[in-house]
């Protein structure tokens, strides 16, 4: 499957998206980077002060407290450049180890251009991706050094779920439901709102989900004063209340592109190994649900959950009301994107 790249990762996925990093940005450092043990060395020859926390025999990049960024940003650039870490060097490209090894991207990240997916081409068909070279060339470095062991270890779980699930007769091969849905996607319902609780800003800002916000910077959504709050976060820590606005309780209108677009992401989320990744594991043995049953449920729920916060996010930070624009979708899958990536899986990530 090297789809002429010179490394055994599929990267069908990454078809007709364009990458510019937005040098005013910085929400991928809102994070703790894991620091490989080959790397450690050189982060620590070249910042000899810099703040590692281990866990589990791993090294991460401490950030500041209090949902501050990494502690190497610094006036939204990273102070430590040329050893910042892999998943840093690698973002926004993801890389699901299952059966396969698949190359996905974080929609989340700003400096993506999202109009591919209001494309009908077919993925495996769409030209190939741009902007994204040095970002691949970490992924095939990576890959060479731990991706067969990670798919051999992956590939041996995902058989014991599917042996279990053929066993209980709910077995629906992957692509079967694929073909079904890419054809008659499930669309959010008006029972399927509200879709989630926004988590409390007490757990913590850094549990919080996020977005970038051309104005503001960072934003994280957190639940408060009867409805998700939206605070404008601080790189050294802290954050700035910018409003609250209560949760829809019904799907909020849509234009006829924000329709498309939606369709478009539900499109490449079926497409991700990483969903059935998250849904296998979680269908429960004391129902009757099949891998597809649960694949239709959990699209119809990402749905919701974009549409929520593309409502919230243009009710709390634009104003107005009025149905949902391509813009205002797209600002909704930006932040759900990467709460859904950061999900666990049988798989493993690279
Ligand atoms: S989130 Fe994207 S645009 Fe923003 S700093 Fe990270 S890679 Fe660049
Ligand atoms: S090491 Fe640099 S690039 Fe990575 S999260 Fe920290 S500041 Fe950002």
């Known amino acids: 499957m090297a789809e002429g790249t010179g490394a055994e990762v599929d990267l069908r996925l990454l078809g007709g998206f364009a990458f510019t990093c937005r040098p005013d940005c910085g929400l991928c450092c809102y994070a703790e980077p894991r620091i490989e043990p080959e790397e450690r060395e ?5 910042l000899p002060g810099v703040d590692l926390r ?5 090294s991460f990049l401490r950030a500041r407290p209090e ?6 940003l610094d006036n939204q650039r990273c102070r430590g450049w040329s050893a910042r870490p892999s998943p840093c060097q690698q973002y926004p490209v993801d890389v699901h180890i299952g059966e396969r090894a698949q190359a ?9 251009d999202l109009s591919s997916l209001r494309s009908r081409t077919p993925w495996a068909e769409r030209g190939p991706a741009m902007g994204l070279e040095p970002e691949l060339a970490v992924v095939r470095r990576r890959w ?13 779980r995902h058989r014991r779920y599917r042996s279990a699930l053929e066993r209980a ?7 079967e439901v694929r073909r079904e849905f890419q054809s008659r996607l499930p669309m959010p319902r008006p029972e399927d709102f509200p879709c989630e609780d926004p988590p409390e800003a007490a757990d913590g800002l850094e549990r919080l989900p996020l977005f970038f916000d051309g104005r503001p910077g960072p934003v994280a959504l957190a639940g408060g004063l009867g409805g998700w709050e939206l605070l404008e976060l601080r790189a050294t820590g802290g954050s700035e209340p910018l409003g609250v606005v209560p949760p829809p309780d019904r799907p909020p209108e849509l234009s006829v592109e924000g329709q498309e677009l939606l369709r478009g992401y539900l499109s490449y989320f079926l497409e991700r190994d990483a969903l059935f990744g998250t849904v296998i594991p979680t269908i429960g043995a004391d129902s009757s649900a099949t891998v597809r049953d649960e694949v239709e449920a959990e699209l119809r729920a990402i749905g919701a959950m974009v549409l929520s916060r593309a409502d919230v996010r243009k009710r709390g930070l634009r104003g107005g009301s009025g149905a949902l624009s391509a813009r205002d979708v797209e600002e909704g899958i930006r932040a759900t994107d990467q709460d859904l990536l950061d999900r666990p899986t049988w798989g493993a990530r690279l």
């Open 144 to 156: 060479g050094t731990r991706g067969s062991r990670l798919r051999s270890e992956a590939q041996r």
């Open 67 to 72: 949902g501050g960024g990494c502690q190497l």
């Open 169 to 175: 007769g709910r077995w629906v091969d992957e692509e």
């Open 54 to 58: 281990i866990e589990r025999h791993a």
């Open 42 to 46: 050189r982060l620590l020859q070249i």
């Open 104 to 112: 996905t991207l974080v929609l989340s990240c700003p400096g993506l």
